[in-house]
Structure formats: structure tokens, C-alpha cells
């Protein structure tokens, strides 16, 4: 490597000790040009690192190279950013992460399911991660406590901090923060594998689409809780200016969190990065500049010395003389231009009899993509015409649908065998992609079955050569020839395969290259609901382009179910004349089918709300009602089934002014869906609309508890980025604009702005209405309130009280309060005497006996609250022996068992 590169390694792992002592994240760049060897450099910090940092016995191997091919030539090495192949020693724990993520244009799929494919890294390790984290954690001990309830105010904090995954980590038991993480990358994994399985079955239907995860701010919440026990997580970006959204914006998370041991080493050519125009540009524009170490080329990357240089000329060419070899690496002062060079024919050639002259060096290009059409010229006719084959059987390169830039190579070799032109040596290369040696260094392992080309430049040579050399005729043959061969439903395909095929097969049949047969047809239903899981506009506009990319006119119910998705995503892009238009003619249909059931409930909800959206309030609220009409036909009032529907009836409602009876509604839904776990999301959907709803009856105080509490509860149970916890923040900052508290609400609508456009994009219609609405609340002065209201913030907990009152009668209270005052609380009802709920905070419900159900759906979910029960033996109330301390008795307009939360 050379004495100064040896240094910069030195550096690099000085960074990774400082962000391991520090506890914050940090962004290191390394920004230089093609083949100057940066990822080289990283490589060899990985090695550093393995041999340094690791206690035995050692979890990670020696290089990134471990278990690889021993002829992997210099081109495939380079490209190497995590290990493979190997097998732990027994008993190892890794006692730091490394992820390695290639941020090229020919990731597959959207943006978001590109970062999903990513996580098979973390999955693959999730085991023994598991058991370091619990090493690290403590689990067994904190987690007795905390279900004990000894860590009761702790939890409650825990729950606020962690974000993501909390509902889910209670159910099994260990709502602990970090193995989250784990849990949920290893959920996100799976059911990549399930959709993608030989019999994936119905994919669920959302009826409202709003409701859908946002997986970039899962990712990097439960990420940055994951790394906060200690555990160092080493994120490797190649080619950060190739960054689409949202890797962009999950780097960006997680560099800017307060606080987690997680270092980005980010490769990037120079300049790139300072475009405004690259995805990457926020990443250095928002992460604070003390975290950022930008490494530059020249001044900090510097070109590699001459002996570095020669050694490598050497390797390369053994039988250069010492003076050849200066004529090459005089003119080609990086790796990459120096290994291509070397490789040229020519040059080899003439190496080979000691007559290598400046001239020849001189004619060839500088740059790496000029030396890639040199090098494409002087390869075997053979091995060009298969690297031409197999760039025409990607779908990238297939139609206009995809950007993944891989092809099957057992697939391409068996469906291309018959075609009467090919060459023999052609078939045979075509079948040993990837261990051809000439091929090598121009194609790489995905895995056991797919192969790409090591650059997108060499892709882009192989597509330019196909279309002057094979002719329009040749590529048709080619494309309906792998047609013939496609059926992911095929028993026994891997999921990457299946996949592969998948895209391939919509592709060729949008391009008209196969029939829309029923393999098509399901290959495109998985990649819609795939594109559906995400609520940005990335991934809506995929939903679109897929679902219009199939003919017109399918009335199936499949047809009628892709053409309901349509509309959907028409409906969220904001295009709301095309998407009633759409969903009017899938109603139509559906009733001329005389399929009337779960489905036709479906389509009539997603036309009903696109009538919202378009202002036809009351044409809006007949549909609803006829869902929940026809939902009710089989399910009970009360079932799960029939929460969506009742809460957009309710909505509904009082979108044309009937309040009164919209709370009603919502009250009932909330106390229903809030005594289970079957849908959470729906939960938290009703408790925000309620307060919407108070806030329209002018009921401020409910208006203000439900809202603020919505807020603590969409971020503890879904995270700061989640739909759900967008819509209670704008309900937050309606609620404290009613409430006079103008720079409450402007703080909450500029978070709400700003979330809002980092999740679903500057231009999806959510969130230019939060825009909107943050620069009118900017501009303008609130109303007056029409009470006087007691002191509040944002940061207000809820506490639920158990205890007697001076009758000796058990009641229980609700009580806001700010967290600042909860440890004199606790000395209060450590010291006895008369308890007065009013002195402490605001009591938002109160009632005889204990909270019923119904009460506590209505307040809040009993994770949220913190308990306290006075009484005169145990600590801090966690028994109850007999009456000590008293309550002041109940409010006057409190009911016996029941709650005054109306």
C-alpha cells in the first residue's frame, strides 16, 4: 500500500476508537477518483481492525476476502465491501458491526426495497449479534425488573427514547431497547422472502394507505437504539454520490442522532457530493460539521507513491522491465487506470517482447471508462458477444420499468443454448459467467445464481456494442427466447432469483416481447404490493408505472384489485380527478361481477376518499357508510375488520360538520380497538382524529391531552418519522394554535413540515399541505383562546393514580404533569398525608374503583403510563398493604367507575 496510505489507515482507525469512546456517530469521506483506491483503503481498515480490535476468540475473519475464490482477480477484489463465506469460531461474539452498502444506480428495485435488500447483511448475523447485545445490555436482570414494574418511570423513558419496535418487543417479552433491531430487521428480511417464496398466499390489503411503515426511519431508529449499548456499528457507503433518497435520508438519521457509536465511511468521487442536484448533498447539509471529516483528493488523499505504484506493476505485469514500467505508471497514477491499462492488449503484447515504447502508452485514455472501450475492442469476439447477451438480459437493460442491472446466468445460458447463431464458445462462456478468466473482470457474483458487471460503465459499453453489433432482430431473439424460459412460480427458486425473474418477465411483456399470461400477472401483483409497503412518492410513482404498464381493461378480480392499488396511489400522488376516475370504473365493474364483498368494501373506500380529496365531503360520506354496510353483512360491530371503516365513517362525518356525532363515533372506536394489540396503527389513527374532533367542538383541554398524547405515543410505539406520528404532530400544532401558544405551534409545524418532506418527499401532496400549513402559522397571530387554559408543554407525561380518599373509597386519577415534578411526587407519596391531584397537573380523567378497559383506551395505552399506588409498605408504592396516604376525593362531574375524559 505505500507508507502514506498506511498512515491514512492509521487515521481511519483512530476515527473508529474516537466514535467507540465517544458514543456519537460520525461521517468520514473519502473522495477521490475512479481507481484511486478507496475502497482499498477501506479494506484494509477492515484487516486492521480484525487483527486489532477483537478479543478472542475472533468473531470477524482476518480480510473481507476471506472465503473467496484464491483467483479473484484484483478487479473483483476491489469491489468487496463485506465478508462472506465464513464460518465464526465457536463461541465468538462480534464486538463490533460492519455493513457494507454499494449506493450504485443498479441497486434493485425502489429506493426503499433496495435499503430492505440491505439488511440481509444484519440478518445474516443477527444470531450472534443477539447474544453480544445481550452481553452488553444485561437483559435478563433489566428485563425482570421492568416487568416486575420496578422500572416503571424508567420504562416509560426507555419507550420515548427507543422509538420503534416497543409494541412489538412487549408482546414477546422483552421490551428492551436495541433487540428491536434485530427483531425487526430480521421481520423485514422475512417477509422479503416470504412474498418472494414458491407459494407467498394473499398479500394483505391496507385500507388506508397512510397507515404504511416507513422503513428508512425504522431502519435508522432501531439501528441507532441497537448501537447505544455499546455494541460499534461501521456503515460502508461505495459511491455515496450515486445515493438515491432514501439511503440518503437514512444516513442522515443516523448521523445526526444525539447520541450511538455508528461511523459512515462514505466513498464518493470528487465533487460530487457538493451538487445540490445529489440525493447525498443533505447527508453533509444536515449532519452537524463537527461530525463530518471530509478526506480529499489531493491534498489528504494523495496519489499512491511511486514504489507503491511500481509494486503494483509489478503484480500486474512480472515481466514488465523497470522501465517499462515507469512509462505505465508515469501516465496512470492510480490503481484502477493502472490495472486496466495493464490489462490492454496491446500493451501486454508488447511487454511480452520488451518493445513497450511511450507512444503506445501515451495513446491510450487516461480515464477508466475511455480504458474500458479499449479494453471491450481487444477482447475475444467470443467473450464480447456473451458479455453483450448477458447486458440485454437484465432488467435494467430490458425495458423501462426497473434499474437492476443483474441477470441469472443459469437461466440466460440454458434459454439462449438453442438460438441457431450463437457460438459454442459463446454458450460455454454465457454458462460459466463469472469464472471465465477473461470475463472475470468484467463480471461479478451477486450470489450463486446472479451476476452483474463490476461497473455501470462496463454495463454501458456492453448495451452501446449490443446495438451496433447484434442487430434489432438478434436482441428480439434474445428477449423471447429468456421469455420462454421465466416462471417464478417455479417450486424450489431462491427468492433473488425468483425476483429477478419476476422483473424480467413484467419487463419483456410491457416491451411486448411475451404475452400477459398468468405468470405476468402474478409477477406484477408481487412487485405492486412490494412498491406498496412505502408511503414516498418514489415508490407510489413505481405503483403507477407498474400497474399502467399492463393492458387496459382486465375486469378479473386481480385485474380489478391492481387497477384498485391505481387509483390508490393516484389518489396519494395527489392526482385526484384520475384516481376517482379510476376507482368509479373498478366500482362499476365489481357491481356488474356481483362480487359485493371484502373487496367491493375496498374499492368503495378508496373512491370514497378520493372523493374527499377532491371536496365532494358529502358524496364522500355515502360511500363510507355503504362500506361499513357492506362490511357489517360479515363481521360483528365491534370486530377488527370493521375499524378502518369506522373510522373513516367517522371522519367522514365531520368533514360535513357534525362534530358531536363524529366524537361519538370515535370515542366508541377508541375503546374498542384500544383494549387489544390487533391493529395499533388504527389505534393511534383514531385517538389523533379524535382530537381533531374535540378540537372542532371546541372541547380545548380534551383537544390538547389527546393531541399531545398522540404524539408521545405514535413516536414511543412507531418512531419520530411514522405516519401515524405525522399526522398527530399537525394535530399537536393545531391544537396549541387554538390554545393562543404560537410558538409552540409554529416549533410543531415547521417538525412536521420537515418530517413530513423527508419521508414522503418535497412534492407528495402531505407534505406540501404541512408547508403550507407552516408558513401560515409563521405569518399570522393565533385567535384568542375561549378558556383559560393551565400551563402546558409538550413534554407532559400522564399518570395514572391508585389510591383512596378521604372516605376510604378506592378511586383512581389521570393526571398530566411535567416530568420535572415526578421525583417530588414520589417523595410526597413517600412522606403520607393528603394527596390534591389539581396541585400536581391538570387531572384529564378520574373515576371510582379501578380504570375500566374503555378508560384506558381513552387515555392512553398502559405502556405509555407511569403507575403509582400509595400506599405504607414497598417502594415507591410498588405494593399495596393497606391505606396510608389519601386522595382528595373525585372531581364533582366525575361518575362512579366511570371517567369525565368527555
Not at 422509538?163 to 428480511?189: D, H, K, N, Q
Not at 418472494?196 to 431508529?221: F, K, M
Not at 441469472?408 to 434459454?415: E, F, I, P, R
Request: aromatic share 6%.
Amino acid at each position: 500500500m505505500g507508507g502514506t496510505r498506511e498512515r491514512l489507515v492509521a487515521d481511519l482507525l483512530a476515527h473508529v476508537d474516537e466514535v467507540r469512546a465517544t458514543g456519537r456517530p460520525r461521517l468520514v469521506t473519502l473522495e477521490a477518483g475512479t481507481g484511486w483506491g478507496k475502497t482499498r483503503l477501506v479494506q484494509e481498515l477492515y484487516a486492521r481492525m480484525a487483527a486489532e480490535r477483537q478479543q478472542a476468540p475472533a468473531y470477524w475473519p482476518e480480510s473481507l476476502f476471506a472465503g473467496a475464490d484464491d483467483a479473484l482477480p484484483l478487479e473483483g477484489r476491489r469491489k468487496r465491501l463485506y465478508p462472506t463465506g465464513f464460518t465464526p469460531a465457536e463461541g465468538a461474539v462480534p464486538h463490533w458491526f460492519w455493513w457494507g452498502i454499494t449506493a450504485t444506480a443498479h441497486r434493485h428495485g425502489t429506493a426503499v426495497q433496495a435499503l430492505a435488500q440491505d439488511l440481509m447483511q444484519v440478518e445474516a448475523h443477527s444470531a450472534a449479534l443477539e447474544r453480544r447485545w445481550r452481553e452488553l445490555a444485561g437483559v435478563r436482570d433489566k428485563a425482570v425488573r421492568v416487568l416486575r414494574g420496578e422500572d416503571a418511570a424508567e420504562f416509560g423513558t426507555v419507550l420515548r427514547d427507543e422509538g420503534v419496535t416497543r409494541a412489538a418487543e412487549a408482546i414477546v417479552g422483552s421490551a428492551i431497547p436495541g433487540l428491536g433491531f434485530l427483531m425487526w430487521a430480521g421481520g423485514v428480511v422475512w417477509r422479503q422472502r416470504q412474498r418472494w417464496s414458491a407459494d407467498p398466499g394473499p398479500q394483505p390489503v391496507d385500507a388506508q394507505g397512510q397507515n404504511r411503515t416507513d422503513l428508512v426511519t425504522e431502519l435508522a431508529t432501531s439501528l441507532g437504539s441497537f448501537a447505544r449499548v455499546g455494541l460499534p456499528v461501521i456503515i460502508v457507503v461505495e459511491d455515496l454520490h450515486d445515493a438515491d433518497a432514501s439511503l440518503a435520508d437514512f444516513l442522515t438519521r443516523v448521523l445526526t442522532a444525539p447520541s450511538g457509536p455508528v461511523l459512515v465511511f462514505a466513498t464518493a468521487w470528487p465533487g460530487l457530493l457538493d451538487g445540490e442536484e445529489v440525493a447525498a448533498h443533505r447527508v453533509l447539509d444536515e449532519v452537524p460539521a463537527d461530525r463530518v471529516r471530509r478526506m480529499r483528493q489531493p491534498a489528504e488523499l494523495p496519489d499512491l507513491e511511486p514504489r507503491a505504484l511500481d509494486e503494483l506493476a509489478v503484480h500486474l505485469l512480472p515481466d514488465a522491465s523497470a522501465a517499462e514500467r515507469r512509462l505505465l505508471t508515469s501516465r496512470f497514477t492510480v490503481p484502477l487506470t493502472l490495472e486496466v491499462a495493464c490489462s490492454v492488449r496491446s500493451i501486454r503484447e508488447a511487454v511480452a517482447v520488451h518493445d513497450l515504447r511511450a507512444e503506445d502508452v501515451d495513446e491510450l485514455p487516461r480515464d477508466v471508462e475511455g480504458l474500458y472501450r479499449v479494453v471491450w475492442s481487444q477482447l475475444p469476439a467470443a467473450t464480447r458477444e456473451a458479455l453483450m447477451v448477458a447486458a440485454l438480459a437484465t432488467p435494467r437493460t430490458a425495458g423501462q420499468l426497473f434499474r437492476d442491472g443483474s441477470w441469472d446466468a443459469d437461466v440466460v445460458a440454458t434459454a439462449l443454448a438453442a438460438l441457431p447463431w450463437l457460438d459454442d464458445q459463446v454458450r460455454e462462456i454465457l454458462a460459466g459467467a463469472g469464472t471465465d478468466s477473461t470475463a472475470y473482470a468484467w463480471v461479478r457474483r451477486v450470489d450463486d445464481w446472479l451476476r452483474r458487471f463490476h461497473e455501470p460503465a462496463q454495463l454501458d459499453v456492453a448495451v452501446d456494442a449490443s446495438d451496433e453489433e447484434l442487430g434489432r432482430r438478434r436482441r428480439r431473439a434474445i428477449h423471447e427466447a429468456l421469455a420462454a424460459h421465466l416462471d417464478p412460480r417455479e417450486s424450489g427458486l431462491a427468492a433473488p432469483r425468483r425476483r429477478w425473474q419476476a422483473q424480467m418477465l413484467v419487463s419483456l411483456a410491457a416491451e411486448g416481447f411475451v404475452g400477459w399470461t398468468e405468470p405476468v400477472y402474478e409477477s406484477l401483483d408481487l412487485l405492486v404490493d412490494e412498491a406498496r409497503e412505502q408511503p414516498d412518492t418514489d415508490s407510489l410513482r413505481t405503483v403507477v408505472a407498474l400497474a399502467r404498464s399492463a393492458p387496459t381493461g382486465d375486469s378479473s378480480p386481480a385485474g380489478l384489485r391492481r387497477r384498485r392499488h391505481l387509483g390508490e396511489a393516484l389518489r396519494q400522488l395527489g392526482r385526484t380527478d384520475d384516481a376517482v376516475a379510476e376507482l368509479s370504473e373498478v366500482v362499476r365493474l365489481r357491481e356488474a361481477s356481483g362480487e359485493l364483498g371484502d373487496d367491493y368494501a375496498l374499492d368503495l373506500n378508496q373512491l370514497a376518499l378520493a372523493e374527499s380529496g377532491a371536496g365532494r365531503q358529502e358524496r364522500a360520506l355515502e360511500l363510507h357508510r355503504r362500506v361499513v354496510d357492506v362490511l357489517s353483512a360479515t363481521y360483528a360491530s365491534d370486530a377488527p375488520e370493521l375499524w378502518a371503516a369506522r373510522n373513516n365513517l367517522a371522519i367522514a362525518v365531520n368533514s360535513v360538520g357534525r362534530t358531536a356525532e363524529a366524537i361519538d363515533l370515535l370515542e366508541k372506536l377508541v375503546a374498542d380497538s384500544g383494549t387489544g394489540l390487533e391493529n395499533l396503527e388504527l389505534y393511534h389513527m383514531a385517538r389523533t382524529n379524535l382530537a381533531g374532533c374535540y378540537l372542532a367542538a371546541g372541547e380545548l383541554m380534551h383537544g390538547i391531552f389527546f393531541s399531545q398524547t398522540s404524539v408521545h405515543m405514535a413516536e414511543a410505539t412507531f418512531g419520530s418519522h411514522h405516519p401515524i406520528t405525522l399526522h398527530a404532530l399537525d394535530m399537536l400544532a393545531q391544537a396549541a394554535w387554538a390554545a393562543g401558544a404560537a410558538d409552540l405551534a409554529r416549533q410543531v409545524a415547521d417538525r412536521h413540515a420537515r418530517i413530513a418532506a423527508d419521508v414522503l418527499g418535497e412534492d407528495h401532496p402531505s407534505a406540501v399541505s404541512a408547508a403550507q400549513a407552516a408558513a401560515h402559522i409563521a405569518e399570522h397571530e393565533p385567535p384568542e383562546p375561549p378558556i383559560t387554559l393551565p400551563p402546558w408543554t409538550p413534554a407532559d407525561q400522564t399518570l395514572l393514580i391508585l389510591g383512596r380518599n378521604t372516605h376510604g373509597k378506592e378511586i383512581y386519577t389521570y393526571l398530566r404533569i411535567h416530568p420535572d415534578r415526578v421525583d417530588a411526587l414520589r417523595a410526597t407519596f413517600a412522606g403520607g398525608g393528603l394527596f390534591r391531584p389539581g396541585d400536581w397537573g391538570a387531572v384529564v380523567a378520574s373515576g371510582y374503583g379501578k380504570p375500566t378497559p374503555r378508560d384506558t383506551a381513552l387515555t392512553g395505552i398502559p405502556e405509555y403510563m407511569i403507575y403509582f399506588t400509595p400506599n405504607d409498605g414497598g417502594e415507591n408504592g410498588a405494593e399495596n398493604h393497606g391505606p396510608r396516604d389519601t386522595v382528595e376525593d373525585l372531581p364533582p362531574d366525575a361518575s362512579p367507575g366511570g371517567s369525565n375524559c368527555r
